[in-house]
Nanobody, 114 residues
Framework: QVQLVESGGGLVQAGGSLRLSCAASGTISSINSMAWYRQAPGKERELVAVITSGGRTNYAISVKGRFTISRENAKNTLYLQMNSLKPEDTAVYYC????????WGQGTQVTVSS
């Protein structure tokens, strides 16, 4: 069983920055990819950024150039550095790990005020 715990969310003014963390624990046989998703009120969950086991990254167009996804393999920790935040970035952010099946964290709220 794999557990994912996100942290680092909060309230920030537009133009500000936040760094999200996701700590993975449990029995992790192999990791194909890790990712951040977000879900705003009344909207579907969407992919924000993904990093593969080989370190390749991909971003949603809406966050490209502002967000950076990274991994610290020794700590089984995933990060999302979010800069130049906009009110439309307001959402619950979820950590995702894909091994033999997808695992999800409980989410952390990010609120960007204008």
């Amino acid at each position: 069983q794999v557990q994912l715990v996100e942290s680092g969310g909060g309230l920030v003014q537009a133009g500000g920055s936040l760094r999200l963390s996701c700590a993975a624990s449990g029995t992790i046989s192999s990791i194909n990819s890790m990712a951040w998703y977000r879900q705003a009120p009344g909207k579907e969950r969407e992919l924000v950024a993904v990093i593969t086991s080989g370190g390749r990254t991909n971003y949603a167009i809406s966050v490209k150039g502002r967000f950076t996804i990274s991994r610290e393999n020794a700590k089984n920790t995933l990060y999302l550095q979010m800069n130049s935040l906009k009110p439309e970035d307001t959402a619950v952010y979820y950590c995702n790990l894909y091994s033999t099946r997808p695992y999800w964290g409980q989410g952390t709220q990010v609120t960007v005020s204008s």
